[in-house]
């Protein structure tokens, strides 16, 4: 079964830097679209970065240009590079996958359109 797991969250000071990963297994990693999502207390999950199969990627606006999605393919290893940290940034961050066929890039940004998740890895940011 599909298995996603997060690692690397933690607690920074603002305009500090953090890696997250995601471990993947249970599928082909090359036939889904990833992306990273985060939810804040009290407010909605939202979409923050996805990458397709092909390396495309997308970004929310608030932190495009601060943050970087790549993956390791051989490895099944998403990655969400933070740069610039700022308290606002202050969520749980999920790692998902989606297959390819059922989101286009436009889509790639909205949590509904994900079949599976990770369990989650806190970023806090002071």
């Known amino acids: 079964h599909v298995q996603l797991v997060e690692s690397g969250g933690g607690s920074v000071q603002a305009g500090g830097s953090l890696r997250l990963s995601c471990a993947a297994s249970g599928y082909t990693y090359s036939s889904y679209c990833m992306g990273w999502f985060r939810q804040a207390p009290g407010k909605e999950r939202e979409g923050v970065a996805s990458i397709e199969s092909d390396g495309r990627t997308r970004y929310t606006s608030s932190v495009e240009g601060r943050f970087t999605i790549s993956q390791d393919s051989t490895k099944n290893i998403l990655y969400l590079q933070m740069h610039s940290l700022k308290p606002e940034d202050t969520a749980m961050y999920y790692c998902?996958?989606?297959?390819?066929?059922?989101?286009?890039?436009?889509?790639?940004?909205?949590?509904?359109?994900?079949?599976?998740w990770g369990q989650g890895t806190q970023v806090t940011v002071s």
């Open positions: 998902a996958a989606t297959p390819r066929w059922r989101v286009t890039r436009a889509q790639s940004l909205t949590p509904t359109n994900y079949d599976y």
